[in-house]
Each structure stands twice: as C-alpha cells, then as structure tokens.
C-alpha cells in the first residue's frame, strides 16, 4: 500500500501536470466579447483564442496577451505572446505580451494549441486546400467549391475586360490630351492622346450605343 507522502507526492504531481497543461473552460461557460460592428482596424485581423471558444481582434506588438484561457487575446501574425523580460513564449496561463522573435518568424501560421482549420488559397492559378491549426484565418477561401467559384468569376471577368477593351488607333502624342470617337463606315474609330477634339463621342461604349441606334432605325 502506498504511503501517505506517497499519495501527497502523486496528488503534487498530478496538479503540476494539469496546470502545465492548461485546461481550458468549457466555451458554454464563457462570454466572449461582442465584435466590433465595422470588424477590426489599425493592421489587425479577426483571431480565435486557441481554446475555441472567442473570436476577437488580434494584439500588436506590446499589447497584453495570454492569460487565463487567452483572455487578453491572441497575437497577430509574425508574433509571439512571450514572457515581460525574456525571448520565450509565455506559458498560459501567464499573461505575456506580443513580440517578433527571431527564432519564431512565422508565428501564428502554425500553432498545434489551436483549432483545426481548413481552407484554400490560390497557388499558380490553381485551388490548394490544406488543413492546419491555427488560430488566425490564414486562408483565403474556407472550402474548394467557394476557391472555384472566385476562379471562375475572376476569369469571367477577365475575359470582359478583354473583349470590351477601348483599343485606341493613330499615333500617340503626350503633349496632346483629347480621347474620343467617330462613328465611320467600318465601325467606331478612336484615337486617344489626339492633339485635335473634333470626336463626336466621348469614348467607345457611347459610339457603339449610336451604332446601335443607326442600325435600328435603318432596319
């Protein structure tokens, strides 16, 4: 049977054990702070404590972090909640406050203390999705199917720009500042940077509405 220093030195054990590990409050028994309507400002994004529970804007450099389950928040990205006097992370429940340590360039990209998050950003045109724990929104998209859908929009718009591009004809002159059209026999020709402003559109899309209109009342 075990002796009575045995149990006291095993209870001892056990509490550092559980304080080292930091439990965290059940999310159901917390009030997290109300979000500011206009979202965040001066260079911070939204971040989740690493115990799952409060979303709230990210801490600059110097600002109070860490605490009992992260009630001081959490640090921007590229910085550490580290101890006042020392180049070491914080241990929670400490209350620290957010550097850029060397060691720790990428910090907040990657954390295993917070939640697993999924998402996708773009990589050479192509949809990468990839899961990791973070505390920070590092991704652009939170699943594929919104990734392919920017995709296609983007290249739908792309492709407009294209096709309804002003392609400006004649010679160029700095020096010269009138832009405009001519409705002629073989469709609208515009000029831009002319040195004379006998145009009678001010720029394609008007010249193409009166072609329009032309067309119209011939037929």
Not at 97 to 117: F, I, Q, W
Request: net charge negative; charged share 20%; aromatic share 6%.
């Amino acid at each position: 049977m075990f002796s009575k220093c045995s149990v006291v030195l095993l209870n001892v054990l056990f509490l550092v054990r559980a304080l080292s590990a930091h439990e965290c409050t059940p999310c159901e028994l917390r009030t997290c702070p109300v979000k500011a309507p206009r979202g965040c400002d001066g260079g911070r994004t939204l971040a989740r404590d690493p115990c799952g529970c409060c979303d709230r804007c990210a801490r600059l450099e110097w600002e109070p972090c860490g605490g009992q389950d992260w009630v001081h928040g959490y640090c921007a990205l590229g910085m550490t909640c580290a101890s006042f006097n020392q180049t070491e992370a914080a241990t929670i429940p400490e209350t620290g406050v957010c550097k850029e340590l060397p060691d720790h360039p990428e910090a907040g990209l990657e954390d295993e203390r917070c939640p697993l998050m999924t998402g996708c950003d773009k990589a050479g045109g192509q949809c990468v999705c990839d899961a990791r724990h973070s505390c920070l929104g590092s991704f652009t998209y939170p699943d594929q199917e919104s990734c392919m859908k920017a995709s296609k929009s983007e290249g739908r718009r792309h492709e407009h720009r294209e096709r309804h591009r002003e392609k400006y004809v004649g010679p160029s002159n700095p020096a010269c500042m009138f832009s405009g059209c001519n409705l002629t026999a073989e469709g609208c020709v515009c000029e831009s940077q002319s040195c004379h402003h006998h145009f009678a559109y001010i720029n394609r899309s008007q010249c193409q509405e009166a072609a329009g209109n032309l067309q119209m009342t011939c037929n």
